[in-house]
């Protein structure tokens, strides 16, 4: 049968609609249980033990996503196949770790088979369910609760919406605790070192940042219209200004700031740059990471950074036209 446009397009929106719906009713329904799992996690963690994903069917992609990202973050985690764990496998398991066991019914037998073995092992157990009064919930120490009241499925079979709010819940669950633990993008770089987002994110500031004869730099005691010949030389829209005596940074004299200087009288070129320069103007280090200097450019709408080494000197110069060849805009 041929598939109509408007049909299609109808059903679509009404999937998005019921599985948007699922993500608000979870989002409502988040209290005291979902506080006293992100708790544990964090406790469990601080303690150097690790997490332990478990599902079956969907549940267990679900469960292999979530594993991925808490390692992503830092947080030492592993999926346990719940069939093979009973066939060998529970030696990944140790006293002190907390499983994470995700079952939309919370009646899956091989998942309800798990909970006494893993209980013995002296692990502590987490209900990742959408029905609160299920055998897995009712003896599990955690209850971590999503809330649906209807899959997007027509036929009410595949999973769908329960399994977006289960997934959205997870997610929500790192980010608690990756906020909580305060990581910081140099710390996500360092579990992230291939592919673009690891390029990205291990990128340098002296990888990105302009060099040589394109970073005009002269001393603060030279004119503005010595200051403006260097900067027109270098093809740049600012100059780096230095005191003659220690090499150190003591401002900017920008495009912005030689148009507003040439409203202070016709002798304006004449005038020391240090009248018209910007003081203590936003600098980044050398060894900074290429998005720490991004932040700056967000934070401040600024067109040129100056790159300051260890000593406060200026060595380059990031030019906001540039973030976007390096792909971390």
Avoid: W
Wanted: charged share 25%; proline share 4%; with cysteine.
């Amino acid at each position: 049968m041929a598939l109509h446009p408007k049909t299609a397009l109808a059903r679509a929106r009404a999937c998005i609609r019921i599985e948007s719906e699922a993500l608000r009713e979870t989002a409502r329904g988040l209290g005291a249980g979902f506080v006293a799992t992100a708790r544990a996690v964090e406790a469990t963690v601080a303690a150097g033990h690790k997490l332990i994903f478990s599902g079956v069917g969907k549940s267990a992609h679900i469960a292999e996503k979530l594993t991925g990202t808490f390692n992503s973050t830092g947080v030492s985690s592993c999926f346990l196949d719940a069939t093979q764990a009973l066939h060998g496998d529970l030696g990944l398991c140790a006293e002190g770790d907390l499983a994470i066991l995700l079952s939309n019914s919370g009646q899956t037998e091989e998942i309800l088979r798990l909970v006494p073995v893993l209980k013995r092992f002296g692990v502590r157990l987490v209900a990742f369910t959408s029905h609160a009064e299920s055998d897995l919930a009712k003896n599990a120490d955690f209850q971590l609760i999503y809330r649906v009241r209807r899959e997007a499925c027509p036929l009410a079979l595949a999973p769908t919406a329960s399994t977006t709010a289960a997934l959205a819940l997870g997610d929500a669950l790192a980010m608690v605790l990756l906020e909580a633990r305060g990581l910081t993008r140099a710390d996500f770089a360092r579990f992230h070192p291939a592919g673009n987002l690891g390029r990205v994110l291990l990128l340098r500031v002296k990888d990105i940042m302009r060099t040589g004869e394109r970073v005009p730099v002269a001393p603060d005691t030279v004119t503005t219209q010595d200051a403006i010949l260097a900067m027109t030389k270098a093809k740049a829209g600012s100059i780096a200004l230095v005191s003659p005596r220690t090499g150190r940074l003591t401002g900017i004299l920008t495009d912005g700031d030689f148009r507003r200087s040439a409203l202070t009288g016709p002798d304006f070129l004449r005038q020391p740059v240090s009248r018209f320069m910007t003081r203590n103007p936003k600098t980044v280090r050398d060894d900074a990471l290429g998005v720490d200097a991004l932040k700056l450019f967000e934070a401040y709408k600024i067109d040129d950074l100056i790159v300051v080494n260890a000593r406060g000197k200026p060595v380059g110069v990031v030019d906001g036209q540039d973030l976007p060849k390096m792909k971390i805009v």
